[in-house]
């Protein structure tokens, strides 16, 4: 059998940096080259077969990831807070860090994070791009706010997006000059072309065959929506990768973290290790879902007495989590079995 070759990557935007070791950790060849497809294959049309690599988790990952996934033997993606606290040193450089990735893929101490298929990577892209929409259409209605309150003029806050009264409310109130209302007109134009962009966006996604079926199964579920399940589905790409709900839960952000040490256990707040994305979208679907579903309900009220809303808040996060993960795995339909007064998946 072939010996095998282990190449450790340094992933930057302009360069890469690498390090080829064997089986015994003797240095077979480093170096860097740019960060172009062009140089990845004169590159590997070099390297000794067969040969396996990995690298650290940033933005530049995927492509990379792509591109040499088809000629390697095997391709890791590691961790990269879990990866410093191994590869921690006093010296650091690109060709140490290169080696040590390297040293960890060989001695099979690599701390491997997850990487989603190319497929569900560009419908993901196109989700976090509509989170961005989301966020700059919440600035431009803060914007249309601040400047009414510059000039003192008073408004109806509940009604202030609605088209009818807004134009209304610049047509008849005499507080808004021939200054201001150009900025209206424009931060108004601005809202409404975000909001056919993101309504497109997630159009375009529950349309797509590759998740639709999926997404049709994660919204029989009370309280999941559309949004909610096309995060779900995209931001945890394969469910089976969870062995147990705790884990999922964890990997959602969902319960704090643990610092123990002989007898004293402490317990911090939410820890900052997770998805972002999951969990500020299971929290804001959280707070809707006991008025869709009783069973979410009982559990809230019971969680708000026993301690506080944010607890309360919580559980049915991850409650919510529990019936995504039963969902997905079986494949099968929510099914709310009402004799009993609880639901199950």
Not at 41 to 58: F, G, I, N, S, V
Not at 212 to 233: D, H, K, N, Q
Request: proline residues 4%; glycine residues 4%.
């Amino acid at each position: 059998m072939a010996s095998m070759y282990y190449i450790g990557l340094d992933v930057h935007k302009k360069t890469i940096s690498y390090c080829v070791k064997d089986v015994s950790g003797r240095v077979q060849g480093e170096g860097t080259i740019p960060a172009t497809r062009i140089d990845l294959d004169r590159w590997m049309a070099a390297l000794p077969q067969p040969w396996t690599a990995a690298m650290e988790a940033t933005v530049f990952t995927g492509w990379i990831y792509d591109h040499l996934k088809p000629r390697a033997a095997a391709l890791k993606v590691a961790h990269p807070l879990m990866l410093r606290a191994i590869a921690a040193a006093k010296k650091k450089n690109d060709r140490i860090d290169a080696s040590k990735i390297a040293d960890c893929l060989r001695c099979d101490f690599l701390p491997e994070s997850y990487m989603a298929s190319t497929e569900i990577r560009e419908r993901r892209r196109t989700l976090r791009y509509r989170n961005l929409l989301v966020h700059q259409m919440v600035q431009m209605k803060n914007k249309i706010a601040v400047l009414l309150m510059e000039a003192g003029v008073s408004y109806n806050k509940q009604k202030l997006h609605k088209v009818g009264y807004f134009r209304e409310l610049l047509d008849t109130h005499p507080e808004i000059d021939e200054g201001l209302r150009p900025l209206l007109r424009l931060c108004r134009e601005t809202l409404v072309r975000l909001g056919k962009t993101e309504s497109a966006l997630i159009r375009s996604l529950q349309r797509d065959e590759l998740l639709r079926e999926r997404i049709e199964r994660l919204m029989s579920i009370p309280a999941v929506g559309p949004i909610t399940a096309l995060t779900w589905a995209l931001e945890v790409g394969e469910v089976q990768r969870f062995s147990s709900i705790k884990k999922a839960i964890s990997y959602c952000g969902l319960c704090s973290a643990e610092k123990s040490s002989a007898d004293v256990l402490k317990r911090s707040p939410l820890s900052k290790q997770r998805n972002r994305h999951l969990q500020t979208t299971l929290i804001e679907a959280a707070k809707m879902a006991p008025r869709n579903s009783p069973a979410l309900a009982l559990l809230y009220d019971r969680e708000k007495r026993n301690h506080n809303a944010n607890r309360a808040t919580l559980a049915v996060a991850r409650k919510l989590v529990a019936y995504l993960v039963a969902v997905d795995r079986r494949q099968k339909d929510f099914l709310v079995i009402e004799n009993q007064n609880c639901s199950a998946a």
